[in-house]
């Protein structure tokens, strides 16, 4: 049996820069492909996908699906490639839609808390937390 390798292509590293220019830290599919369209690119949304599963399985991006019928999300991974990130959580706020990242200490033992107390098993790239983001709690 032959072992797919796994080799970085120019797209792969022009969405990598990409990704290291991006401030917002979760990205779309579609906002990837915007960016390069905008920027005088010819890029299909094939490519674009292909790359980013490729990416992701390199380990240089982490996917999210925050919600059934939502775009993923990708983020890049600074310390990449790493396949066995640490606990990752997401805010949405109900207002405006932003997503918060958190990589916070205090919730990294919530998903041995829900298999040693409650027998569950989270899927930590689809955990969300849903509330008001500050900037909106201002607004109400």
């Known amino acids: 049996m032959s072992k797919k390798i796994n080799y970085k292509t120019k797209w ?3 969405i990598l820069k ?4 991006v401030s917002t830290g979760h ?3 579609s906002d990837v492909y915007e960016y390069f369209r905008g920027v005088g690119y010819t890029i299909g949304m094939t490519t674009v ?3 980013l599963d490729n990416l992701v399985n390199m380990g240089y991006l982490n996917k999210y699906t925050i919600e059934t019928g939502s775009p993923a ?3 890049y991974m600074e310390q990449a490639p790493q396949r066995d990130s640490k606990p990752c959580f997401h805010c949405k706020c109900e207002v405006c839609g932003r997503l918060i990242h958190l990589q916070c200490e205090e ?4 998903q041995g808390h829900f298999a040693i107390k409650h027998d569950f098993m989270l899927n930590l ?6 509330g008001v ?3 909106c709690e201002k607004e109400i």
């Open 18 to 21: 990409y990704f290291q220019t």
């Open 27 to 29: 990205v779309t599919a």
């Open 12 to 14: 792969q590293d022009e």
């Open 107 to 110: 919730l990294a033992g919530i």
């Open 49 to 51: 996908y292909r790359q």
């Open 125 to 130: 790239k689809r955990t969300v937390f849903y």
């Open 73 to 75: 999300c990708y983020e």
């Open 133 to 135: 983001c500050n900037a």
